[in-house]
């Protein structure tokens, strides 16, 4: 049975902190790792991928990856209180299957 | 224009009914997906085709019947819906492992 957990939350932090959101995986054959924020009342968006490990960086968006503890992250820099919202931790594995298992979402709050 | 599109976005009916819910994608990807989503915001994986071919088929009702007339379509029709089946359900197509997602279909069941 692939698992993958994150922290329910909520988390909130105050405009212009550093948001840290955490996941970990159980499939030590987990080859792809994405994270997807949702808004409520709407659609995942897919907002980071990541493949290897160490770090990648779009914007205010990092995404670190350490296979060995099988822990993926996501920090925001400068939060704003539009990245309110469920941020959804996936992990992809290879065949044709091509399936993501999702994790339940942390919801963060940024306060003005 | 939308690239992952599924209608309809509401969908309110009475215990023991049969719905469709159609979805669309222009994205010239060759898989598709449905998910169901509970009110914990778990999303969760039912079917997927890849090219027409059913390649993922989750434990779900056979009440649930996904069809995939091709592979920019995959509908999902469901029979004598149940209170449980209330959700919001996700349309989504990919190529590898990432995936676009339809706006949902919020299904209440009475």
């Known amino acids: 049975q692939k698992e993958v957990e994150q922290n329910s939350g909520p988390l909130s932090v105050p405009e212009g902190a550093i948001a840290s959101l955490n996941c970990t995986y159980s499939?030590?054959?987990?080859?792809?790792f994405f994270w997807y924020r949702q808004y409520s009342g709407k659609s995942p968006e897919l907002i980071m991928s990541?493949?290897?490990?160490g770090d990648k960086e779009d914007g205010r968006f990092t995404a670190q990856l350490n296979k060995a503890s099988q822990y993926v992250s996501l920090l925001i820099r400068d939060s704003q209180p539009s990245d309110s919202a469920t941020y959804l931790c996936?992990?992809?594995?290879?065949?044709?299957?091509?399936?993501?298992?999702f994790g339940s979402g942390t919801q963060l709050t940024v306060l003005p | 224009d939308t690239a992952v599109s599924q209608t309809p976005k509401y969908l309110v009916t009475q215990m023991g009914n049969d719905k469709s819910i159609k979805c669309e994608q222009n994205?010239?990807?060759?898989?598709m997906y449905w998910y169901k989503q509970d009110s914990k915001k778990f999303l969760k994986i039912m079917f997927s085709?890849?090219?027409?071919?059913?390649?993922i088929n989750e434990t779900v009702p056979n009440r649930f019947s996904p069809k995939s007339p091709d592979k920019a379509h995959l509908n999902l029709h469901i029979n004598s819906l149940e209170l449980g089946d209330s959700a919001v359900y996700f349309c989504?197509?990919?190529?590898?492992?990432?995936?676009?997602f339809g706006a949902g279909t919020r299904l209440s069941v009475l």
């Open positions: 989504a197509s990919g190529r590898g492992n990432i995936q676009y």
């Open positions: 499939d030590r054959g987990s080859q792809s």
């Open positions: 990541i493949y290897s490990n």
């Open positions: 996936a992990v992809g594995y290879s065949g044709s299957a091509r399936q993501l298992t």
């Open positions: 994205l010239g990807h060759d898989t």
């Open positions: 085709y890849n090219n027409k071919e059913l390649i």
